[in-house]
């Protein structure tokens, strides 16, 4: 599997950028997709998470401005981010799990797309 992620880039506090990320290759109905963020030298946290019923999951940090979608003939998940903070500033991954009966089995990464929000 691989993962094509893209739409960083720099934009001012309150603004809005909308990250996308392109799935190829041997991708299951039931997989989850998923955005995590990173700071350097901090750890990878997860911003937001799609099942494949489209139940959607949240950081406290970004819920109410941050929406996480999926097209699942295109084999692609978005994250639509608005009311940036300066906070927000990380490079995004997206990310993909399989899970069977609850336990992840296999997990691929995109490469990262950069996000800058400045104040």
């Known amino acids: 599997v691989q993962l094509q992620a893209s739409g960083g880039g720099l934009v001012q506090t309150g603004g809005s950028l909308r990250l996308s990320c392109a799935a190829s290759?041997?991708?299951?109905?039931?997989?989850?997709m998923n955005w995590y963020r990173q700071v350097p030298g901090k750890q990878r946290d997860l911003v937001a998470a799609?099942?494949?019923?489209?139940?959607?999951t949240y950081a406290d940090s970004v819920e109410g401005r941050f929406t996480i979608s999926r097209d699942t003939a295109k084999n692609t998940v978005y994250l639509q981010m608005n009311s940036l903070k300066p906070e927000d500033t990380a490079i995004y991954y997206c990310n993909l799990k399989t899970r069977v009966l609850g336990i992840v089995t296999r997990e691929f990464w995109g490469q990262g797309t950069e996000v800058t929000v400045s104040s």
């Open positions: 290759g041997r991708i299951f109905t039931d997989d989850a």
């Open positions: 799609i099942t494949s019923g489209s139940t959607t």
